[in-house]
């Protein structure tokens, strides 16, 4: 049984659906020529590329013009072997990958890149215009492969009702990670599912994991069972300690009933604090946590990371990591935390000896932009099929030959599963750069 691609297009004689192919009109032509000639003539932050740089962009030119967009990519991919760091490179990229269907989420990253790296480019309006329409279309196309795997589940329910539930409700927190909590509760469908606590703890964890916290929380309450509520409560604190509100979190984290729980949602936010540069409030957060244990001991490695953090180019607190140390109660984490900070220590003094820089020249920390040109490539870079967001890896480089690729099964289980993993994978992907161009709007 082969399942059907789920991206936009007319579908073929074998139930996979294609994209049509346009022909390039003259002004798509002259756009395209745009993006490449100007870089040599207007752009002044960068170098002028190199010439086998050059000949490896026009060769992408040419092959976007006779929409082999594929091709366009392996030229570009092959300037940017040379030239790693020229933006221009990154912007033919994004365009070229735009207009292959199932790349939308590739194709934002490279846009993220190339704006994030050059700020002041005269196209940064229409470039967030076209973000924002790459992105809708992902999201269209993610609730058509959502639908697809629900149809997948009810063919299984049909022929056996023991996965019934347990499909049911990994449907359900599918569509509450895309944000449609409607189909969500729709797809659980309670009056058949044998354990509803199950699902609805699984949508409040999606629903906090699209940072929809206050569906998370209104979800979380429907809760009969004290532990699953204590676990969603859990979920939810780290996700807004991640986010940087910590106020909130800390709201969230009061609700806890549960010692324990509570204890590991406190020491997460401390860890975020801590990551976030505030280490008076994560000493605080932590000093909250009642068990001395893992939890506090994680709160305080984290505090101690962030206290010498910068000591290779002359700041962080050696004597606070110091004291912080100390609270730690596992002889393991103490004795690493305090061999961290002694290679610190070293670090600082090395460049108080050899840096001109004194102490009435601060480092400024905080310029470091939130986020970089190179955590949206690292995006599209990573080839780890087990990372939250590999793009480099199928099936987003493919989808319909990814899905095409899945062993045909007559168990109709098998083929649920394989779709459900193709959907959980974009649903993660789609929330990971969701939240980061959050972030980069905050800039």
């Known amino acids: 049984m082969k399942p059907a691609i789920v991206v936009q297009g007319s579908r073929s004689q074998t139930g996979v659906i294609q994209t049509p192919r346009r022909h390039l009109c003259l002004p798509v032509v002259l756009v395209w020529l745009s993006f490449a000639l100007p870089f040599a003539t207007q ?13 490896a962009v026009k060769k992408g030119i040419l092959a976007a013009k006779q929409q082999d967009y594929l091709l366009a990519t392996r030229f570009f991919q092959d300037a940017r072997k040379i030239a790693p760091q020229a933006p221009e490179i990154y912007y033919d990229l994004g365009l070229a990958e735009s207009k292959i269907p199932g790349r939308e989420l590739r194709a934002i990253c490279w846009f993220e890149a190339y704006l994030t790296a050059t700020p002041q480019a005269a196209n940064v309006a229409a470039l967030k215009d076209q973000v924002d329409v790459l992105d809708v279309k992902s999201q269209s196309n993610l609730s058509r492969m959502i639908k697809s795997v629900q149809d997948a589940a009810s063919k299984v329910s049909n022929n056996n009702k023991a996965y019934q539930w347990q499909n049911f409700s990994d449907v359900a927190d599918l569509w509450a990670g895309t944000g449609d909590i409607a189909a969500a509760f729709k797809a659980a469908d309670f009056g058949r599912n044998r354990y509803p606590e199950i699902t609805i703890e699984g949508i409040a964890r999606a629903r906090a994991k699209a940072d929809d916290i206050a569906g998370a929380l209104i979800t979380a309450d429907r809760l009969q069972n004290a532990n699953d509520k204590n676990i969603s409560h859990t979920e939810i604190a780290e996700v807004l300690a991640e986010a940087g509100d910590i106020t909130e979190a800390l709201n969230t984290a009061d609700l806890i009933q549960d010692a324990h729980f509570k204890d590991e949602a406190l020491s997460d936010i401390a860890k975020a604090q801590a990551k976030a540069g505030d280490v008076t409030g994560a000493l605080k957060t ?49 004795g690493f935390a305090q061999s961290a900070i002694a290679r610190a220590k070293a670090s600082q003094e090395n460049w108080v000896i050899f840096s001109p820089r004194t102490a009435a020249q601060p480092l400024n920390l905080a310029a470091i932009p939130v986020i970089r040109a190179v ?33 045909p099964s007559d168990n109709p289980q098998e083929v649920f599963k394989g779709l459900e993993d193709v959907a959980k994978k974009y649903v993660t992907a789609q929330n990971t750069i969701d939240r980061m161009l959050k972030l980069q709007a905050k800039r």
């Not at 752009?43 to 000949?55: I, R, S």
């Not at 893992?294 to 050696?318: C, F, L």
């Open 43 to 55: 752009a002044q932050t960068t170098a002028p590329l190199p010439p086998e740089v050059q000949e």
């Open 375 to 407: 955590d949206w490539l690292n995006k599209l870079d990573d080839g780890n099929p087990s990372a939250d967001c590999a793009l480099n890896t199928e099936p987003f480089l493919d989808l319909a030959g990814y899905l095409k690729s899945l062993p």
């Open 286 to 334: 932590a000093d909250l946590i009642q068990n001395a244990g893992d939890n506090k001991d994680k709160a305080y490695e984290a505090i101690v990371d962030a206290q010498i953090m910068g000591a290779a180019v002359g700041a962080g607190d050696i004597a606070g990591a110091q004291k912080t140390a100390e609270l730690i109660q596992d002889v393991s984490s103490k």
